[in-house]
């Protein structure tokens, strides 16, 4: 491998699982944040104009 080649360093852990295990450490330690729903539903706007 080239990493190895260049840098004296061969991973153990492949790039899909490593990325896999980092984005599921992220949103643990950070924590995910979610999005609020807007409720677009007709029964839940008055019946006057905009302005």
Request: charged share 25%.
């Amino acid at each position: 491998m080239a990493t190895y080649w260049e840098l004296g360093y061969e991973p153990v852990t492949d790039l899909e699982t490593g990325l896999r295990k980092f984005v599921e450490w992220y949103l643990d330690y950070y924590g995910a944040k979610k999005k609020k729903k807007i409720n677009t539903s007709s029964s839940s706007r008055s019946s006057s104009s905009f302005w």
